[in-house]
Nanobody, 123 residues
Framework: HVQLVESGGALVQPGGSLRLSCATS????????IGWFRQAPGKEREGVSC????????VYADSVKGRFTIARDNANNTVYLHMNSLKPEDTAVYYC????????????????WGQGTQVTVSS
C-alpha cells in the first residue's frame, strides 16, 4: 500500500536551513505527483510546493519562492524539500502527499498523506 514518511524536522534559528525528506513506498515514485504542505497551529493546511513525476516541473507558494526547493530522487524513492532563510512564520507541521491528478497546491485533491514532521523556527 502507499506509504509516505516525512523526516528532518527540527528546531532551527531564523535564517537557518533544513532539509525535509519524504520517503515513499508502495507505488512507483516516477509516476506520481508529490506535494509538500504545512499546517501551523490554528491555521488551515496550506500548499508549499509540488513536483511533477515526469519532467520535474515544480510549483511553489509565493511565501517560499526563492527560499525553498523541491527535488525528487526516483532511484531512492525520496522527495526532498530544501528550506533556506527560514523565518518564524515557517513554523508548522510539514506533510508530503501524493495521488493527485495534477501538480497543485490545493490539498483536498491529494489522497495519500504522511504523518508529518515538525519544523520550528525560533531564536
Amino acid at each position: 500500500h502507499v506509504q509516505l514518511v516525512e523526516s528532518g524536522g527540527a528546531l532551527v534559528q531564523p535564517g537557518g536551513s533544513l532539509r525535509l525528506s519524504c520517503a515513499t513506498s508502495g507505488f512507483p515514485l516516477n509516476g506520481y505527483v508529490i506535494g509538500w504542505f504545512r499546517q501551523a497551529p490554528g491555521k488551515e493546511r496550506e500548499g508549499v510546493s509540488c513536483i511533477t513525476p515526469s519532467d520535474g516541473g515544480t510549483v511553489y507558494a509565493d511565501s517560499v519562492k526563492g527560499r525553498f526547493t523541491i527535488a525528487r530522487d526516483n532511484a531512492n524513492n525520496t522527495v526532498y524539500l530544501h528550506m533556506n532563510s527560514l523565518k518564524p512564520e515557517d513554523t508548522a507541521v510539514y506533510y508530503c502527499a501524493t495521488d493527485a491528478p495534477q501538480c497543485t497546491l490545493y490539498a483536498p485533491v491529494f489522497i495519500s498523506w504522511g504523518q508529518g514532521t515538525q519544523v520550528t523556527v525560533s531564536s
